[in-house]
């Protein structure tokens, strides 16, 4: 299948610091999508993106679509401790079905 | 309004015995995936439908798992007979077909031993 790999693994920064995280594919996709998982529960969608080259903003989130359509990437602004989680980005390429990144988990030290 | 409702939440079993874990997807949506987490593997897709129509089961890993879908609002998988290995969060999630934004449930967190 699709291999999707996300960086950095995990992070660890103080409450208040600008966050990062990226998605690189080896194929194209049409579609990226990015999700948070809390412990013990489901990913929750916070993000799509469906063209080439779209910033498309939620709150204090901020995702892109890689030109290429290989990578996309996820910006928080200001974190809080809620935003502790693991990341997972996801890419649809022609089918119905998603393809999942690995994660990045976050720390958010008061 | 209710998303992803999925029964149970946890399930510990023994070896052997069958295991059936169930989902209502959001009403409305009319795809369905059963999706499976585990720490090595990451999130897997095992199978989904589209219409109540099994579209992909290359991701069920044997033919001890199962899946069914008889009508638009109710789901089951199963494993018969289960193994220690199949320990793992199963969750499921639903869309509308066509539209690749995914609404996860709860998941059920299987412990085999």
């Known amino acids: 299948g699709q291999q999707l790999n996300q960086s950095p693994q995990s992070m660890f920064i103080q409450e208040g610091e600008d966050v990062s995280m990226n998605c690189t594919s080896s194929?194209?996709?049409?579609?990226w999508l990015w999700y948070k998982q809390d412990p013990g529960e489901g990913p929750v969608l916070l993000i799509a993106l469906y063209k080439a080259g779209e910033l498309t903003s939620n709150g204090r989130l901020t995702a892109q679509f890689g030109i290429t359509r290989k990578d996309s990437f996820l910006n928080i602004s200001a974190s809080i401790p809620s935003d502790v989680g693991i990341y997972f980005c996801?890419?649809?390429?022609?089918?119905?079905?998603?393809?999942f990144g690995t994660g990045t988990r976050l720390t958010v030290i008061p | 309004d209710a998303g992803v409702i999925q029964s149970p939440r946890h399930e510990v079993t023994e070896m052997g015995q069958e295991v059936t874990l169930r989902c209502k997807p959001i009403?409305?949506?009319?795809?369905l995936f059963w999706y499976r987490q585990t720490m090595m593997r990451g999130l897997e897709l095992l199978i989904y439908?589209?219409?109540?129509?099994?579209?992909?089961d290359s991701g069920m890993p044997e033919d001890r798992f199962s899946a069914k879908m008889p009508n638009a609002s109710f789901s089951t998988l199963k494993i018969q007979p289960s193994e220690p290995r199949d320990s793992a969060v199963y969750f499921c999630?639903?869309?509308?077909?066509?539209?690749?934004?995914?609404?996860f449930g709860p998941g059920t967190r299987l412990t085999v031993t």
């Open positions: 009403s409305g949506h009319n795809s």
């Open positions: 996801a890419g649809q390429a022609g089918a119905n079905n998603l393809f």
């Open positions: 194929s194209i996709f049409n579609t």
């Open positions: 999630a639903s869309s509308l077909q066509g539209n690749y934004e995914q609404y």
């Open positions: 439908f589209n219409n109540n129509v099994p579209i992909d």
